[in-house]
């Protein structure tokens, strides 16, 4: 009988959760109240009539203090059940927490005595519009579990740990603390419960894997793609006329753009020619491309258009010009925006859906953009960029290292800056220069020069001709400038193209012939006269230096002691890099280099008096190295869009399922992983030992150690390699310690910019934990590193020499 009677009450509950009445009755109390509140002070805010309001005899009578006391009681029991729906929003309702649960929000009603403060209207009002969300929210969770228990699935909503979705339990955990931060998770029916937020994980987000039990099919993520469209050949295109059209008009960076796009036509057409016969004809997928120029965009300030005519940065714009070049030349299906309405209409965001996610697939293969288009393309497409960031790439002048794209990593230890943060594999960020191999090589062009142009310039050369390397009066400012200008001035002519608009800048000494700012074919009819292009130590890595050496220039640089970088320099603090520059163009100095490039300290006056008398003795013939050609910008480009993909998951490298070449029946791997390798120090890969699919290949593979407190960048460089950060994973293992004979006692996995390394003095070995966290460019003083060096082509590092194949 009493089991009988508690299953009544049990039932009679469930009841009250599940009807409407029951949300009528908690409703009902909160409009009594706010109806009580506002009729019983009305007297005490307005002069209107007594007979205005039917409750005004009510007003009258708890006037003064016995209405503020009334107020205050009122408030206090809110609270009490505001705390309730609370507690019970953060359980998943069975029936008999729901009972439990019930009694004790039964009994805070009950307690109603009509009572608060008169200050305390607007607290009381949101109480109650806060305890309907709850409310709701109980009722979202119950109906929730009910459907589960009745589709008998409940324990399909165990959070699963697979493998293949490693941060699934992670992610479960997080939505259970903060699933109410952000409006769009109640959006797509997220209710508090784990079996709304597995779903939402799996076919929202990409985190989790798809349940069984849901009646649909499971929708597209990073793991399992879609059923695409099928594949199309991308031909070489030669007619700039389309994309010209595509670029738009309006701005004057565009029309910039434009210009330099036109200039180069011809040399376009030549390289795509040259390239289409060195790749025989092979297949190439046509990629679906968005191109997205955040930095010109009107939301993000575009503070470059207004100084082109002015003697502004024009590097960005010249980069930007030649990708889009690249990509129509490799005929690519190419859309270009350059406003944030522009990017919606691309991207099919519906006007004013916020921040909420895209759930269908990203309509495109690849996504170029930068940092300004990054936080735009974030605050637009929602927290879908998680779900499809494996298909952006950023245009990054100076470059990322990983221990700043980590959010958590970079927020923990210090290297937290305005950009960065974005936890994108660190390949996905591009830059202008091979100055960062943990980022990849993107690059510009500049114009290449004919044989009949390159003997006209050697025959027309004036040896005492020096031009400066400053459009801006600015950069004229630096100290100290007067006395290597009057040694220079001492043996040349020195000509500046600084912009002015009526007045000659005073910062020019008056021995300078200044011809204002040159329309890009005069400046380089001047540097094909002038003998030395000589720099003021900024702005730094920009392409001049390369046209000027192209048109057959000195260029003379000066030496930072100590080097420039974040934590010396104001205009690289805030960059998510701890580079250290050693010279006002790196590329040029390491690449590049005698006599073409001299770099010298300014500072020593005798130093400099005799570089500017070797220049005047040394003939030099123009040069542009390969990679900074129109076709070897395409070779480029062309390698990274057909071979590099961070969509598809990478799985763990475990050396012993690996097999021999040619063994019976595919048996296990016997012997080394790691050989050595003729004339180098390095050991490669085993050829007899079947290699895993990966780009670059790994018989580019060169595994070396590092001293203490050297990177693998400066490790790879020293032996003629670079730093690979693709091949981490394969040598992040006890068999490439064992191999380079590494004494370890303790073999530790860990979360580290600098791992996989080891301490020689107290004989311990870390290996890597977090793939995002490979680093060439990390280095501890009480640490060798693992480096995964790699060789490369003559004349373009970006590639292997089997990276065309």
């Known amino acids: 009988?009493?089991?009988?009677?508690?299953?009544?009450?049990?039932?009679?509950?469930?009841?009250?959760?599940?009807?409407?009445?029951?949300?009528?009755?908690?409703?009902?109390?909160?409009?009594?109240?706010?109806?009580?509140?506002?009729?019983?002070?009305?007297?005490?805010?307005?002069?209107?009539?007594?007979?205005?309001?039917?409750?005004?005899?009510?007003?009258?009578?708890?006037?003064?203090?016995?209405?503020?006391?009334?107020?205050?009681?009122?408030?206090?029991?809110?609270?009490?059940?505001?705390?309730?729906?609370?507690?019970?929003?953060?359980?998943?309702?069975?029936?008999?927490?729901?009972?439990?649960?019930?009694?004790e929000l039964s009994s805070a009603i009950n307690r109603f005595q009509p009572a608060s403060l008169v200050e305390r209207i607007q607290a009381i009002a949101q109480n109650v519009s806060n305890m309907a969300i709850r409310v709701e929210q109980i009722l979202q969770n119950s109906m929730v579990q009910g459907r589960v228990l009745r589709d008998g699935s409940s324990s399909q909503c165990e959070v699963p740990r697979d493998p293949r979705f490693p941060e699934c339990p992670g992610k479960v955990d997080w939505m259970r603390a903060r699933w109410t931060s952000d409006p769009c998770y109640a959006f797509y029916g997220v209710d508090g419960s784990d079996c709304s937020f597995l779903i939402y994980l799996s076919e929202v987000e990409w985190f989790c894997p798809p349940l069984a039990w849901r009646n649909h099919s499971s929708p597209p993520t990073q793991h399992t793609q879609p059923a695409k469209s099928p594949k199309r050949q991308a031909a070489f295109r030669t007619d700039l006329s389309v994309l010209l059209d595509q670029v738009g008009t309006g701005k004057e960076s565009l029309s910039f753009m434009k210009r330099r796009i036109r200039r180069l036509a011809q040399q376009w057409a030549t390289a795509a020619n040259r390239l289409d016969a060195k790749l025989e004809q092979q297949w190439r997928d046509q990629k679906k491309i968005l191109v997205h120029v955040g930095f010109l965009t009107e939301e993000s300030g575009d503070v470059f258009s207004p100084k082109v005519l002015k003697g502004g940065p024009l590097g960005e714009m010249v980069q930007w010009a030649d990708i889009l070049t690249a990509l129509h030349v490799l005929g690519h299906n190419l859309k270009i925006s350059m406003s944030v309405k522009e990017l919606q209409g691309f991207l099919g965001v519906p006007p004013g859906r916020g921040s909420c996610p895209l759930t269908g697939p990203l309509p495109f293969d690849l996504i170029y953009t930068d940092y300004h288009g990054l936080q735009q393309m974030k605050q637009h497409m929602g927290l879908s960029l998680k779900r499809h960031k494996c298909h952006i790439r950023v245009i990054d002048t100076f470059g990322t290292e990983p221990a700043y794209n980590h959010e958590e990593y970079a927020?923990?230890?210090?290297?937290?800056?305005?950009?960065?943060?974005?936890?994108?594999?660190?390949?996905?960020?591009?830059?202008?220069?091979?100055?960062?191999?943990?980022?990849?090589?993107?690059?510009?062009?500049?114009?290449?020069?004919?044989?009949?142009?390159?003997?006209?310039?050697?025959?027309?050369?004036?040896?005492?001709?020096?031009?400066?390397?400053?459009?801006?009066?600015?950069?004229?400012?630096?100290?100290?400038?007067?006395?290597?200008?009057?040694?220079?001035?001492?043996?040349?002519?020195?000509?500046?193209?600084?912009?002015?608009?009526?007045?000659?800048?005073?910062?020019?000494?008056?021995?300078?012939?200044?011809?204002?700012?040159?329309?890009?074919?005069?400046?380089?009819?001047?540097?094909?006269?002038?003998?030395?292009?000589?720099?003021?130590?900024?702005?730094?890595?920009?392409?001049?230096?390369?046209?000027?050496?192209?048109?057959?220039?000195i260029f003379l640089q000066p030496k930072f002691n100590p080097p420039h970088s974040s934590l010396n320099h104001e205009f690289f603090r805030g960059k998510p890099t701890s580079r250290e520059v050693f010279s006002q163009h790196p590329y040029a100095e390491q690449y590049i280099g005698r006599p073409h490039v001299m770099t010298v300290d300014y500072n020593n006056s005798v130093e400099f008096d005799s570089a500017i008398k070797e220049i005047m003795r040394t003939k030099v013939e123009p040069y542009l190295p390969y990679e900074y050609t129109c076709e070897g910008m395409l070779e480029r480009v062309h390698a990274y869009i057909q071979h590099q993909d961070f969509c598809a998951p990478e799985p763990p490298f475990i050396p012993a399922n690996l097999s021999r070449k040619g063994s019976a029946g595919g048996s296990r791997m016997m012997g080394p992983l790691f050989v050595p390798l003729p004339n180098t120090t390095a050991l490669g890969w085993a050829s007899n030992v079947t290699a895993p699919s990966a780009w670059p290949p790994l018989s580019s593979l060169r595994l070396l150690v590092s001293q203490e407190g050297q990177s693998c960048v400066d490790a790879c460089q020293s032996a003629g390699f670079i730093c690979e950060p693709a091949h981490f994973r394969f040598i992040n293992n006890k068999e490439a310690l064992r191999r380079l004979d590494v004494q370890c006692e303790v073999v530790d996995s860990e979360i580290n910019h600098i791992l996989p390394a080891f301490s020689v003095v107290r004989q311990e070995c870390g290996l890597q934990r977090e793939p995002l966290l490979f680093s060439c460019a990390g280095h501890s003083p009480k640490y060798r590193r693992l480096c995964p060096c790699r060789d490369f082509r003559h004349g373009q590092v970006a590639l292997c020499r089997d990276c065309l194949q």
């Not at 009578?61 to 205050?72: I, P, Q, T, Y």
């Not at 230890?413 to 090589?441: C, E, K, V």
């Open 411 to 553: 927020t923990l230890h210090g290297y937290r800056t305005n950009w960065g943060y974005w936890n994108l594999n660190a390949r996905q960020y591009m830059t202008m220069f091979p100055h960062t191999p943990d980022n990849s090589f993107m690059g510009f062009v500049s114009e290449e020069l004919n044989e009949t142009e390159k003997r006209s310039i050697q025959q027309n050369k004036v040896n005492n001709m020096a031009v400066v390397y400053g459009k801006e009066a600015s950069m004229w400012k630096l100290q100290g400038k007067e006395s290597f200008l009057q040694i220079l001035h001492r043996y040349m002519e020195v000509h500046g193209t600084v912009y002015y608009e009526t007045q000659r800048p005073p910062e020019v000494p008056a021995f300078v012939k200044n011809h204002g700012l040159l329309p890009q074919h005069e400046l380089q009819q001047l540097l094909r006269k002038a003998k030395l292009f000589i720099g003021f130590g900024f702005p730094y890595e920009g392409p001049a230096p390369l046209e000027a050496i192209a048109n057959g220039c």
């Open 1 to 103: 009988m009493i089991a009988g009677s508690t299953d009544a009450k049990i039932m009679v509950r469930r009841c009250l959760v599940t009807f409407k009445p029951f949300r009528i009755f908690v409703v009902g109390i909160g409009f009594f109240s706010l109806c009580f509140l506002m009729t019983s002070l009305g007297g005490q805010f307005s002069a209107k009539r007594l007979g205005d309001s039917p409750f005004t005899i009510r007003t009258e009578v708890l006037g003064g203090v016995e209405s503020r006391g009334v107020l205050r009681k009122i408030s206090d029991m809110l609270e009490v059940i505001l705390k309730r729906m609370d507690s019970l929003s953060k359980l998943d309702n069975t029936s008999t927490t729901d009972a439990r649960r019930l009694d």
